[in-house]
């Protein structure tokens, strides 16, 4: 993009960050070839940076973006360490619990082309749903054992099927959070990756999903009830008051059986650090917009305080 388009950097950048310039016209086509089972940036138009004098993620979302071909071989996730499957992993599932539980798109200002993340719909729940059958049935397997290809595979797969959802639909609070979370001075190491200090991304997404989705059932209990189902929870008798914890509980189980950090205690932040955390998070708009309901910063806030 830059290449065909010279700007300074922050002129694509999304806002408040950056200019959120609009790409001018056509780039050359490329082919994405993903070697982790978790991002499904092969399928998006999105592209994540780290702004270190912010001390968070932030992004470039277009259109122009999405890769002409994707080629994704699961050989590549075979010799992965258990720690990188599983912080993949994770992310899988919340690109599609997170679209799953997005806005509606019938609730979006209708504009002359569509946006980016236009929130859930009738083509992205297709992918999200796919997407967590497999996760949740192949993911434990996947982390347990190297030697398991049928669940690597089937892990694959569903990071792509998820990331068709989410670069349709797009994400929201939990992804939000996460950049300041990955982004944010820290210590900690994770096994598995080099040894130095970093938050992998699924990781640094999924510690809050669990605060964050309590927050959010009330806008759509009834899919945050189907999500945990999807995730292996039992839902008889639920009701839509119970969505929000219930969802949580099954997405801290598979935290718990995967053995990563399920809190960002666990990941060394405290109490001293939730207000930088929530400064990060404010400043990424354009997800916080597709939450199912308002979000505001004593919102942020609290989910943080809950998360730790």
Same mark, same amino acid.
């Given at each position: 993009m830059y290449a065909t388009y010279p700007a300074d950097f922050f002129a694509y950048v999304n806002a408040p960050v950056g200019n959120a310039r609009p790409v001018?016209?056509?780039?050359?086509?490329?082919?994405?070839?993903?070697?982790?089972? #978790?991002? #499904?940036?092969?399928?998006?138009?999105? =592209?994540v940076c780290d702004v270190i004098s912010l001390g968070a993620k932030t992004g470039i979302a277009s259109a122009r973006l999405r890769p002409a071909l994707a080629l994704v071989d699961p050989t590549c996730t075979y010799t992965l360490p258990r720690e990188?499957?599983? =912080?993949?992993?994770?992310?899988?599932?919340?690109?599609?619990?997170?679209?799953?539980?997005?806005?509606?798109?019938?609730?979006?200002?209708r504009t002359p082309t569509r946006p980016m993340s236009q929130g859930r719909n009738p083509w992205s729940d297709i992918g999200a749903t796919k997407a967590l059958e497999l996760a949740t049935a192949n993911l434990v397997r996947a982390?347990?054992?190297?030697?398991?290809?049928?669940?690597?595979?089937?892990? =694959?797969? /569903?990071?792509?099927?998820?990331?068709? =959802?989410?670069?349709?639909? #797009?994400?929201?609070?939990?992804h939000a959070? /996460?950049?300041g979370v990955a982004g944010c001075v820290h210590d900690f190491k994770m096994p598995g990756y080099p040894d130095?200090?970093?938050?992998?991304?699924?990781?640094?997404?999924?510690?809050?999903?669990?605060?964050?989705?309590r927050f959010t059932a009330r806008a759509c209990p009834e899919r945050h009830l189907e999500g945990a189902r999807m995730l292996g929870a039992d839902i008889r008798g639920a009701s839509d008051a119970d969505a929000g914890d219930i969802l949580a509980r099954a997405l801290d189980a598979l935290m718990e059986r995967t053995a990563i950090p399920r809190t960002l205690g666990a990941l060394g932040y405290g109490v001293a650090d939730v207000a930088g955390l929530t400064r990060a998070t404010l400043a990424q708009e354009r997800l916080l917009g597709n939450?199912?309901?308002?979000?505001?910063?004593?919102?942020?806030?609290?989910?943080?305080?809950?998360?730790?």
């Open positions: 001018p016209g056509a780039l050359p086509p490329h082919i994405a070839c993903p070697t982790t089972c #978790g991002t #499904g940036s092969e399928t998006t138009g999105i =592209a990188v499957v599983a =912080a993949s992993g994770f992310d899988v599932l919340c690109h599609a619990l997170e679209s799953y539980t997005a806005r509606s798109f019938t609730t979006r200002t982390v347990s054992d190297a030697a398991d290809h049928e669940a690597r595979d089937a892990l =694959a797969w /569903a990071a792509t099927l998820a990331g068709v =959802a989410f670069g349709n639909a #797009g994400v929201h609070v939990p959070m /996460a950049y130095e200090p970093l938050v992998p991304h699924g990781i640094s997404v999924v510690v809050s999903a669990p605060s964050a989705f939450a199912p309901r308002e979000i505001a910063e004593a919102d942020i806030d609290s989910i943080f305080r809950s998360a730790l």
